[in-house]
């Protein structure tokens, strides 16, 4: 099968036995050094285990590697992986000497091609690509970052240097994790890989395509159905090359995983936008809905919908139903989480009577308070103590009407101690339906206790509408599933 | 004036010169403790600077005061402010004895009034509240917290204790600063003082008024428009007392400072969970949002937002027009804030004919790159420096065209320094027209960027979209005071 051929190939990008990194340099502000210093870097640290070349017909060594002037002068017959970070006028040639070595794949980083108007330089690369049946990610790309094989493409450096000298943190990359990115804009990458490493997320692999004069989109996903370590893709999309590939293949990845899209240029003025930044034409934006919609994609609005949507995704099941209970300590915040949710579509219905009997003889015998209102949002109210909230969510959790639970336990509230997080994911453990958490604030309990929460695997929101939003995001998924087996 | 009558009457919550803490208690888990407590570290502090009396008919002193056993046993003929922590059933009794003694205003915390049915009882506290002549907060609310008069009667103490023993930060104070919170919900409330502490924004002043039964949103927002440390105000509801009341109220006040109001309740759920809350008619959802345009009110649609407008209110003048220009280093990004800002009603246009020649001489000269990007967004793309988004930021800063600027400056690419937000609030500290800054990150080098940004009085996001709401409510607040002074 030809999708099984180009899974096997983009293997080369995430697996190669050895690279070449063309334009390596010795200057630590070129792209050429951060990226081969990366490559050096984690084969030392034993992540990387391929050979390793530097190619630059100025330099004798970079970083304690032999330099050699090009492909062609290499001691060996095959390389598989090129790196390629000369100036575009240089990449034909390049790309020439890589077919000689019979490489599988090469990631262009270089920029210059059709971003400006070079469209002619573009084909000369994908020809000879073609003819070497050499797989190529970019041009104009950042190229890949597995955290686990140590293939690191990335040209900006883990840490800055401040005007006062200080080494700070600024493009980190995250731990190992179970959410692909794929991503056609470099700088949204990167800052994406910021904002997840910030808020200790992982990722099995990151891809960024740019100009996508080979792979595109769609073969990426193709790409991560078959991954092991992929569990959810979270996809930035300006256009998609072509919509009925894009659509067919998209639809066989999400009856095994959840895609997650953030696709801008959705009004008139980001359009234009789009088509200046990538040359993307945009396309009617109702277009997206409906191709996103046939496909089971689950579309973000927003960034924080985009990562907010792929932590529940990446760690709850979907949801078998739309009927959520919201359980809260906190009146207000359980209002605020009941409102996104209808405005989402989703159902705030009552719990079963056998479940309400259950609550009501918690509340007649005293063990959750005298003026908790048992309707949904189940309000615990601000006598809650972690006793209470376990044994109400058991209830609720254990409930048939119930296809979710969004469980607001703010901090705040004298009661109410860490140690409700432990038992909450003991009585949610079975994963049978998914539950979300919330709870409000900047400072340490607030940060310790969502954190807490994320450990056990249950994703923990610090706003009410982003925890519906997540819910919102596995009952989409989890309708969308519901509807293939029925149609089976 | 009537209204400059309950203005005078409210600063007894605010600056008393003498407080009873009713309910007082030296159990450190009873909110009796922790108010009193309050205020006896912010007497010791210098900050609190009123008489502080116990009141209490079980103990002899607390925390080195000596206790009362009534208000009525007093050694003095007047107690200004009295706060109340007893059981609800005690409190007629409490407000008779703080009527002989001719209090002005009295916080009552108690719950356990109208919210759970009992109205007969919280009708005779108003009752003999009215005779008096005391002005009350609540019952069932947290009362006030002022950073600068040590007004302090939140019962949720700062710190918390861990199971393992560790202190950690819980319900933070937030420091002195521009933004009044004015709360239905308390629990909501002090999340919001968690949140905004956490992301040090200052306060100045908090309420919290539960049942109100008799000082409401208006006769608040009506204190607030005289509060000379106020420049925005922050308010959470479900319902409006009087419609009419709140509308014009709100009207004085919007044509001086601007007030941003998270209303829940707006769907069938919401509502109904209001109702459960604080008896709470939420109403239809349209009136409220015809009420608000009306008084210039400005509506967040969730919490993010609600904080997000708050902070560029706080720091940022509001816009003449409607027209943005988005400043990027990154063209994904730049994107959505475009798409975010069309979505809202705002309009991406290009720089006037003028500005737009200056740019063009910067890109020939070589001074800004190549292919950079005129069209607004400007695009000065990943080979940014300092130096180009300073020029170009004093280029557009000065354009009769623009309204506002949205700029990015992702601090991933190799040439951006944290120096250009020096050169950015410098070019910009005219305040004659509105700038929000956005980078993307949640590690070392995104916080810096932020926070160094906000310290310079630029509110900073951490999305795109999230900037462009911020913009939003600068242009919305900016059209609402244009069409003021046309109808004049």
């Known amino acids: 099968m030809n999708d099984n051929r180009i899974v096997e190939q983009i293997k080369s990008f995430f697996e190669p036995s050895s690279v070449a990194v063309v334009g390596a340099s010795k200057h630590v502000d070129k792209a050429g050094h951060v990226i081969f210093k990366n490559f050096v870097e984690n084969k030392r640290l034993g992540l990387f285990k391929g050979d390793l070349y530097p190619i630059n017909p100025r330099e004798e060594s970079i970083l304690g590697y032999k330099c050699f ?231 973000a609005q927003n960034m924080n919908e985009f990562f907010n949507m792929g932590k529940a995704l990446s760690m709850q099941p979907p949801a078998r139903g739309k009927n959520i209970c919201i359980i809260t300590d906190a009146g207000g915040p359980g209002i605020m989480v009941a409102d996104e949710c209808e405005l989402k579509g989703l159902k705030i219905e009552s719990i079963s009577e056998d479940g309400l009997r259950k609550l009501e003889v918690l509340r007649e015998s005293g063990q959750i308070p005298k003026f908790a209102s048992l309707s949904n949002p189940i309000d615990l109210t601000g006598s809650v103590t972690s006793d209470m909230i376990a044994k109400v969510t058991e209830i609720v959790y254990h409930d048939k009407k119930v296809d979710g639970i969004v469980l607001l336990g703010l901090h705040h509230v004298p009661g109410l101690q860490e140690d409700y997080v432990d038992r909450i994911a003991l009585i949610t453990s079975s994963r049978e339906k998914p539950i979300i958490a919330c709870d409000i604030g900047e400072t340490e309990m607030a940060l310790y206790v969502r954190s807490k929460f994320e450990k056990f695997g249950i994703p923990a929101y610090a706003s009410p509408e982003d925890a519906a939003c997540a819910m919102y995001a596995l009952c989409y998924y989890g309708e969308y599933l519901n509807n293939l087996n029925r149609c089976k």
């Open 69 to 299: 002037p090009s492909i062609k002068s290499l001691p060996v017959n095959e390389i598989e992986l090129v790196v390629i970070v000369v100036p575009a006028a240089f990449v034909p040639q390049v790309m020439q000497d890589a077919k000689e070595k019979c490489s599988k794949a090469a990631i262009i980083i270089s920029s210059g091609f059709s971003e400006v108007g070079n469209r002619e330089l573009e084909n000369e690369v994908r020809r000879i690509a073609f003819e070497g049946n050499i797989r190529v990610l970019g041009p104009n790309c950042l190229g890949v970052y597995d955290p686990v094989s140590g293939v690191d493409t990335l040209f900006l450096p883990i840490t800055k240097t401040l005007i006062s000298g200080e080494e700070v943190i600024a493009t980190p990359r995250p731990k190992e994790g179970k959410i692909a990115i794929v991503t056609q804009s470099g700088a949204f990458g990167v800052a994406a890989l910021d904002y997840l490493a910030g808020r200790q997320l992982g990722i099995s692999k990151f891809v960024s395509f740019g100009n996508r004069i080979d792979l595109d989109e769609s073969d990426l996903l193709n790409y991560f159905l078959h991954d092991k370590r992929t569990e959810v893709i979270l996809m930035y999309i300006e256009s998609v090359r072509s919509g009925n590939k894009f659509i067919e293949t998209a639809k066989n990845v999400t009856r095994i995983k959840p895609v997650i899209a953030l696709k801008t240029g959705k009004t008139k003025a980001g359009a234009k936008a789009a088509l200046s930044h990538t040359a993307s034409i945009a396309g009617l934006d109702e277009v997206y809905n409906a191709a996103f919609f046939q496909a089971g994609i689950i579309r």
